[in-house]
């Protein structure tokens, strides 16, 4: 079966510079989800899109902005990127409807962002 | 407030051994759900668990057993004679009512379980 695709899997940035994640979600799937990982911590919820419109917003820094589009796939914008950036990018998909009767969360691999 | 708390920050224990690792909860809300992830070294997070606050019946899967207990917020995860591909780190999460349905996460802060040979 198909899951959550994310790219690139791995990625070295500068300081100041800019990174953009892209989320493929499960096929159908309406609802995309961000988290962040820094070394040795749990996942931090960022942001979240159902539809295409923001649905929820945790701890996301000013710098960073993420979309959906119409075909569902997420990308998540970092720019000004500094040193505590460095963690490990988890997008998660749902079907909204599946998801109020069951939470059922679908997390892809990952994208480990590292800033020097 | 909603909160996870992993008091155990690592563990280990050799192989054949059984380990208990604790998670206790908070949450205002009556309708919520409960996760067990497995984070190995290759960093992905592989799910092991779901369980929704009604249903408090124990589960067992293999050599992996789940204890929830409402009247103490817990739901505690065991693995009965340990294997060293056990080690990892292993999230408790938990997810309330919200705008996106209930799979915002919160994570607790992780255990980190080695399993020595």
């Known amino acids: 079966a198909a899951g959550v695709i994310q790219s690139p899997r791995h990625l070295i940035k500068e300081k100041r510079e800019t990174a953009t994640l892209k989320c493929y979600p499960i096929?159908?799937?309406?609802?995309v989800y961000w988290y962040q990982q820094g070394p040795g911590q749990d996942p931090q919820f960022l942001i979240s899109f159902y539809e295409k419109m923001q649905s929820d917003k945790g701890s996301i820094p000013d710098r960073f902005s993420a979309q959906q589009f119409s075909d569902y796939h997420s990308e998540l914008n970092m720019s000004s990127l500094e040193l505590g950036d460095s963690a490990l990018y988890f997008c998660?998909?749902?079907?909204?409807?599946?998801?109020?009767?069951?939470?059922?969360?679908?997390f892809g691999e990952g994208s480990r962002l590292t800033v020097l | 407030a909603q909160k996870v708390t992993q008091a155990q920050t690592e563990i280990s224990v050799v192989e054949k051994e059984d380990v208990t690792l604790d998670c206790v909860y908070e949450?205002?809300?009556?309708?919520?759900?409960l996760f067990w992830y497995k984070q190995p070294p290759s960093g992905e997070l592989v799910f092991l668990i779901r369980?929704?606050?009604?249903?408090?019946q124990n589960e067992i899967s293999g050599r992996y057993s789940w204890n929830f207990q409402k009247s103490t917020s817990s739901f505690n995860f065991t693995i009965t004679a340990s294997q060293v591909v056990d080690s990892a780190v292993y999230f408790c999460a938990l997810s309330e009512a919200g705008s996106g349905g209930y799979n915002k996460l919160i994570f607790g802060a992780g255990t980190r379980l080695a399993v020595h040979p």
């Open positions: 949450t205002r809300d009556t309708t919520y759900y």
């Open positions: 998660a998909s749902s079907l909204r409807q599946g998801a109020s009767r069951t939470g059922e969360l679908f």
């Open positions: 096929p159908r799937h309406d609802t």
């Open positions: 369980r929704n606050s009604f249903d408090e």
